[in-house]
């Protein structure tokens, strides 16, 4: 096959960082190459610099064959690569078109018979944009490769998995026959994901190109024709995913065997530690999303809720941790009634929060490491005198934790935001599990993370509960559920429609219930 783009000895370094070390990689024609690896593993650099967000160090890119230099997105588009980033550039106030046109608006502008007739109007010193032609272009475009978008839609107003749609024909729109993908299925459902992976193979026989960077295994063996592996900036092999196999790319990724399966004991359950009943929680919106729920964990086990990614477990989890109010019902941790308190108040009762969105509400990514380790505590002692933090003590604190729960950084006071996602990861499950606690809400804790991060998280978790700690576990991946829970609850449409021993459970019966459908255990 032919090869459309080559990367030889690419190298970047960043204060601290060798973040590519004489990287090489080539694309071929058709074809959908995985660039698999831990986070911060080096592959999202090495994309950027393709993309023309960085700048190489050294090394060199050639495209069909010929050498090019690229200074900017803008020359990466004008060679044919296009990039669509985990973190998606869309403006939600705009519409599908707008958000298309953005930063090529000086292609759309009205014809000159357009333009005399915009003149005689009431606003003619205005330079407007054609949208109607671009509208119908993408309406076109999108049906051409199954994206299946509305041009006229509010970019805010569409599910997540619509939302990445509307990058890739962005992408397409400007004829990109190279297509970066970067980490697609870390914010997707299953659902969404395999829509993606029907819609990436739709591309290919276009004889569009896909870099389809990840750390998900099962997904690059069931997609992938290629699949090369990075560590530590490095690449360590290139493999076919019918000569490998789960075990083999996971020792790849991370250096060493990989515990796959998440090992525990049976749970010795004892009281309980929380209680819900009969809660009610409204989105933003007004509308209802949580109704009537009732449950309750105990020290020592997991309950794990399963269900499909909008199904009003986020709306339940800010309930239950302050960050939203509830209109009725009461949650009580410990035997006191924490409804509607604020988050402060709730988190000195003993419950800790890994959230959703790590970025949004779990960090404050300017922060350093050091400070991000006490946000929980910064008011208390040792870490504060009166109104006076102790930096000696936050030092301190951050140098052990980071060593206890070892998160990759040059130094605790990094900001956050320089740090890959697992090791941002790491920076909250350690503030959240190195202090006393009696309940630990995990929502999504392994979203977005390599399986190295993930085996560690797992155990994390475990090892909680095994210490008394009552765990109440949500996460969309039913694989992650049955795994860790000791009894598992479906949510569906914002209510709880069984909860079940883990045991017992199927898969099948799972994924009825998650649907909505009525099913009994046998």
């Not at 690419?10 to 004489?22: S, Y």
């Not at 209680?275 to 309750?296: A, I, K, N, P, Y």
């Amino acid at each position: 096959m032919t090869i459309v783009l080559e990367a030889k000895g690419i190298t970047k370094q960043f204060p601290g960082v060798l973040a590519n070390d004489k990287v090489d990689f080539d694309l071929r024609k058709g074809e959908i190459h995985a660039l698999l690896g831990e986070n911060g593993a080096g592959k999202t650099t090495l994309m950027n610099i393709l993309y023309g967000l960085y700048g190489a160090d050294s090394g060199q890119v050639n495209i069909d064959g010929a050498p090019i230099t690229i200074h900017s997105s803008k020359d990466a588009i004008a060679h044919g690569v296009g990039m669509v980033h985990q973190h998606f550039m869309l403006i939600p106030v705009f519409t599908v078109t707008e958000n298309i046109m953005l930063g090529a608006e000086t292609d759309h502008r009205l014809s000159n018979d357009q333009r005399k007739w915009w003149q005689r109007s009431l606003f003619p010193q205005l330079d407007v944009l054609d949208r109607k032609t671009v509208a119908a272009k993408v309406t076109d475009l999108s049906h051409q490769y199954g994206l299946d978008v509305n041009a006229e839609a509010i970019v805010g107003d569409l599910p997540v998995g619509v939302q990445q749609r509307v990058e890739i024909v962005k992408a397409l729109y400007r004829k990109a026959k190279i297509l970066i993908l970067d980490e697609p299925t870390a914010v997707l459902t299953p659902q969404e994901a395999d829509d993606l992976f029907r819609i990436m193979h739709e591309l290919t026989e276009r004889d569009v190109s896909i870099i389809f960077i990840t750390h998900k295994l099962k997904e690059v063996l069931a997609v992938a024709d290629r699949i090369t592996v990075m560590r530590g900036g490095k690449v360590v092999g290139t493999v076919m995913p019918k000569e490998t196999n789960l075990a083999q790319l996971a020792s790849m990724m991370v250096g060493r065997e990989v515990i796959l399966k998440v090992k525990k004991d049976a749970a010795k359950p004892k009281e309980e530690v929380f209680r819900v009943e009969d809660l009610h929680v409204l989105d933003q919106r007004g509308l209802e999303t949580v109704r009537g729920v009732s449950f309750s964990v105990r020290a020592g086990e997991i309950l794990g809720i399963a269900g499909v990614q909008g199904n009003g477990q986020t709306q339940l989890v800010e309930g239950l941790t302050g960050l939203r109010p509830t209109s009725s019902g009461r949650i009580l941790l410990s035997g006191e009634d924490v409804t509607g308190k604020p988050p402060r108040p709730i988190t000195e009762t003993g419950m800790s929060h890994i959230p959703e969105d790590r970025q949004r509400h779990g960090l404050v990514l300017s922060y350093t490491v050091a400070d991000n380790m006490v946000l929980c505590s910064y008011y208390l002692a040792p870490f504060a005198k009166g109104s006076v933090i102790q930096r000696d003590q936050v030092d301190a604190n951050a140098r052990k934790l980071i060593k206890e729960f070892d998160v990759r950084t040059p130094s605790p006071y990094v900001p956050t935001s320089k740090l890959s996602g697992g090791n941002q990861q790491k920076v909250i499950v350690a503030r959240e599990l190195s202090r006393p606690i009696k309940l630990l809400i995990a929502n999504q804790p392994t979203r977005g993370l390599d399986v190295g991060s993930i085996e560690y998280i797992h155990h994390e978790i475990i090892t909680m509960r095994d210490r008394g700690v009552g765990v109440l576990l949500v996460s969309a991946e039913l694989d992650e559920i049955m795994a860790l829970s000791d009894r598992i609850a479906v949510m569906y449409r914002g209510e709880i429609v069984t909860v079940v021993d883990a045991k017992k459970a199927t898969r099948e019966q799972l994924g009825l219930w998650m649907a909505g459908a009525r099913v009994e255990i046998i």
